[in-house]
Nanobody
Framework: QVQLVESGGGLVQPGGSLRLSCAASGSLSSINPMGWYRQTPGKQRELVADITSAGSTNYADAVKGRFTISRDNAKNTVYLQMNSLKPEDTAVYYC????????WGQGTQVTVSS
C-alpha cells in the first residue's frame, strides 16, 4: 500500500506564490512517477505537472513558466512551487504516484482571490 499526504494549500492573492508538498510512504521504489492534478467543481481532474525519478518534467500549458515541479527521492516527496498565481488556478490539488496503479492524496485546496 501507498499513502500520500499533501500540505501547503491555502488562500493567496493574485500574483502570489504557494508551495505544495506531497510525502509518500509505504511500499515504494525510487522509480515511481509522481505529479499533481487539480480539479474544480463540475470539471474533470486535469494534469498540472508530473516528474519521473530521473527528473524529467511535464507541464500543462496553463502553468508553464509559472509552476515548477521537483522531487526529493530520498524523502519520497514531490513539490509544486506555484508562482504568479491567477484566480483560475483556484482548485483542489491532488498529488499522485504511479505504481502498477494510480494512488491519490486527499487533496489540498488552493484559492487565489483578492
Amino acid at each position: 500500500q501507498v499513502q500520500l499526504v499533501e500540505s501547503g494549500g491555502g488562500l493567496v492573492q493574485p500574483g502570489g506564490s504557494l508551495r505544495l508538498s506531497c510525502a509518500a510512504s509505504g511500499s515504494l521504489s525510487s522509480i515511481n512517477p509522481m505529479g499533481w492534478y487539480r480539479q474544480t467543481p463540475g470539471k474533470q481532474r486535469e494534469l498540472v505537472a508530473d516528474i519521473t525519478s530521473a527528473g524529467s518534467t511535464n507541464y500543462a500549458d496553463a502553468v508553464k513558466g509559472r509552476f515548477t515541479i521537483s522531487r526529493d527521492n530520498a524523502k519520497n516527496t514531490v513539490y509544486l512551487q506555484m508562482n504568479s498565481l491567477k484566480p483560475e488556478d483556484t482548485a483542489v490539488y491532488y498529488c499522485y504516484l504511479w505504481k502498477l496503479r494510480v494512488y491519490w492524496g486527499q487533496g489540498t485546496q488552493v484559492t487565489v482571490s483578492s
